[in-house]
Each structure stands twice: as structure tokens, then as C-alpha cells.
């Protein structure tokens, strides 16, 4: 359904986005689970694997223009509560 979505609208989910991260410029986008992190795939053309548990293996961090992202697991994802905290201690690198 979200995928359904984000590919009927994906030109103006883009551009909305594209502009809101513009304007606000944040030094790091943490993105909360799987989908966000493919929205951010379509506005800023970097590469992903085909899920997030594969992507998180090969880099926990992603450089997309002049902005930071940090893909994390999504807090009520079935993962250990240590792997969270460790991921989640990353952003405090970027900050």
C-alpha cells in the first residue's frame, strides 16, 4: 500500500520533500525504518539494498548532497534493545 502510493505520487511526495529538507537544511536526517529511507533513495539518488537489515551491514551511514543520513531500524521493530541503543548512539556522532 505505502509502496503503492509513493509511486503514484512519487513526483510531488519528491519535490515536496526535496524543498522542506531545502529549507530547513539539516545536518543529519535519521530515517525511522525502511520506507522513509527509500523516499530519500528517490530524492536524492543514492544506492540501497533491497532491505534495511542488508543496507545497515554494508554502512550505517549514507552522504547524500551536503546532508548526513543515519537509517535505523524503526523503534518497534523486533530487534535487540542493545542494537537499537547502539545504532540510535550514532546520531550523537553527527550532532
Known amino acids: 500500500m505505502v509502496i503503492t502510493l509513493i509511486l503514484e505520487y512519487q ?6 520533500l ?3 529538507i531545502d529549507i530547513v537544511k539539516p545536518k543529519v536526517i535519521v530515517t525511522l525504518g ?3 529511507l527509500l523516499l530519500l533513495l528517490i530524492v536524492f539518488g543514492f544506492k540501497i539494498e533491497e532491505n534495511l537489515q542488508k543496507t545497515l ?10 546532508y548526513i ?12 534493545r542493545e542494537m537499537q ?10 550532532i
Request: net charge positive; hydrophobic share 45%; aromatic share 14%.
Open 34 to 36: 525502511y520506507y522513509p
Open 69 to 80: 543520513i543515519i537509517p535505523l531500524y524503526h523503534s518497534v521493530a523486533q530487534i535487540k
Open 57 to 66: 551491514a554494508k554502512s550505517t551511514v549514507i552522504l547524500a548532497e551536503d
Open 18 to 20: 526535496k524543498k522542506q
Open 11 to 16: 513526483q510531488v511526495i519528491v519535490l515536496l
Open 85 to 94: 541503543l547502539e545504532m540510535y548512539s550514532k546520531i550523537w556522532d553527527y
